[in-house]
């Protein structure tokens, strides 16, 4: 099998995105639009994909905070080689499909081929196997860095909530008038009645009836009336 480099459009080797809602109830819509990857895959790689061509992008990994789950980590991949990855097992009639020809349209992120006294290079088999090597290490270092982050960052969480918690225990004790400021019963006034765990409350819903209700809320949703 011989490879051949070819060089790639700016932007062609990041991934696809996506987009979606998602219920958040604590926004004034009620939703929120949130964005990822559509596939670890690069646009240009699915588009070689797709036009049925074997293909080669070197690739490094990294650790990134996860933007939506707080303390979780991931590793990404991206692009170890800018601008440029690696063809294989091209025939004649497959360079006009790569790269195009009057009224042959080429592969989209493909921007050229890389020429050697005006012929495709040809890829030392070698040099392919260090790239690999180097990817292959790349990603399990950056897997164990993400493990590592994500037990601290864990752990962190873990004591930040116990904290927040026992403010709110001081603020919000038995007898004390609130107001629901989330969910569906915000707005009204209510009488905290008990702890039930470590994140929930119980507390007495005043109404102008004089009805009673009785609801478990997370104490994020109270604050203190007055």
């Not at 037990?151 to 930040?160: A, D, S």
């Not at 026992?166 to 009204?188: Q, T």
């Given at each position: ?6 060089r ?51 690739t ?20 170890l080689l800018?601008?440029?990855l690696?063809?294989a097992d091209l025939?004649?009639a ?5 790269v195009?020809?009057p ?5 989209p ?20 196997f260090?790239?690999r ?11 164990n860095r993400?493990a ?10 873990r004591?930040?909530?116990k ?9 919000l004790s038995?007898g ?6 989330w969910?569906?019963?915000v ?30 809320v ?9």
């Amino acid at each position: 099998m011989t490879w051949y480099a070819v060089r790639t459009l700016p932007g062609a080797q990041r991934p696809k995105r996506e987009f979606w809602t998602e219920i958040a109830e604590h926004t004034r819509r009620g939703y929120r639009v949130v964005s990822g990857t559509a596939s670890e895959h690069s646009a240009v790689e699915l588009a070689l994909m797709d036009r049925g061509f074997t293909y080669y992008m070197p690739t490094e990994y990294s650790v990134v905070r996860n933007r939506h789950r707080k303390g979780l980590y991931e590793v990404r991949r991206f692009a170890l080689l800018k601008g440029y990855l690696f063809v294989a097992d091209l025939a004649d009639a497959d360079w006009p499909r790569l790269v195009g020809a009057p009224g042959i349209p080429g592969v989209p992120g493909i921007k050229g081929v890389v020429a050697n006294c005006g012929k495709p290079f040809a890829i030392s088999p070698m040099d392919l196997f260090r790239l690999r090597m180097f990817e292959q290490h790349s990603r399990a270092e950056a897997e164990n860095r993400a493990a590592q982050l994500s037990r601290v960052e864990e752990k962190l969480l873990r004591e930040r909530k116990k904290l927040a918690a026992r403010g709110a225990r001081k603020k919000l004790s038995a007898g004390r008038d609130v107001k629901l400021i989330w969910g569906e019963k915000v707005g009204r006034a209510a009488t905290v009645q008990a702890w039930e765990d470590q994140e929930t409350v119980r507390v007495l819903l005043r109404s102008l009836d004089e009805a009673e209700e009785t609801i478990v809320v997370p104490y994020q949703f109270l604050k203190v009336a007055g």
